[in-house]
């Protein structure tokens, strides 16, 4: 089975911040995503990435980049953390080689923006 | 981007009744997917539907991939309370040549179990 692996499952950090999410699989899938999740508005789809040092725009990139530096890792970074962004963060992976089933997400990180 | 209307939006039930909800798109997908999403973890996949008419079984879990590729439905039977929590539909276009759109989610189902 695919390990997607999120690296803290809590965070708390203040405002301005630059903050970290970092995301790693072990089962060499090419396409991975970030998503963030609030109540009411579903999974919503900040960047994704097909290859290494490739990156997508999602729908919401806004105050968020990402880095793809290796196959296996993919970082969500905050340049300068705000309160709005406070929120569950969910890295997802996917392998057409699979057949296209659908993603692999991880446990999920828990942001606070204080 | 687009989003699936998944409803409802939240179900309030008694420990041992039935669960259905359900998933439409304006547009048509040749795979659809559903998830769980359990209380401070990440989404599981529950059943993939890959042939419009298809209905697949997983325990008491019971999926159709709606005629027109437009919709899928998701039963639960007799439920317990291990079944609390956020229930996700997904559909998918899968190419021939090997390529794919990616995920369009539904909203969520929130499932809430009073025993």
């Known amino acids: 089975d695919v390990k997607v692996t999120q690296s803290s499952r809590y965070l708390v950090k203040r405002t301005g911040e630059k903050v970290f999410l970092e995301c790693v699989q072990d089962m060499d899938h090419e396409n991975m995503f970030w998503y963030r999740q609030d109540p009411g508005l579903g999974l919503r789809l900040i960047y994704f990435?097909?290859?290494?040092?490739?990156?997508e725009k999602g729908d919401i990139p806004e105050g968020y980049s990402v880095s793809r530096e290796k196959k296996e890792r993919f970082s969500l970074i905050l340049e300068s953390a705000s309160t709005n962004q406070t929120s569950m963060y969910l890295c997802?992976?996917?392998?057409?080689?699979?057949?296209?089933?659908?993603?692999?997400f991880g446990s999920g990180t828990r942001l606070t923006v204080v | 981007g687009q989003q699936l209307n998944q409803s409802p939006q939240s179900m309030f039930i008694q420990e041992g009744e039935d669960v259905s909800m359900n998933c439409t798109s304006s547009s048509i997908f040749n795979t659809w997917l559903w998830y769980k999403q359990d209380p401070g973890e990440g989404p599981v996949l529950l059943i993939a539907l890959y042939k419009a008419g298809e209905l697949t079984s997983n325990g008491r879990l019971t999926a159709q991939f709606g005629i027109t590729r437009k919709d899928s439905f998701l039963n639960i039977s007799a439920s317990i309370p291990s079944d609390v929590g956020i229930y996700f539909c997904a559909g998918r276009v899968l190419y021939s040549g090997g390529g794919a759109d990616g995920l369009t989610f539904g909203k969520g189902t929130h499932l809430i179990i009073q025993p």
């Open positions: 990435s097909y290859d290494v040092k490739m990156k």
């Open positions: 997802a992976t996917d392998s057409l080689r699979t057949g296209g089933s659908g993603y692999t």
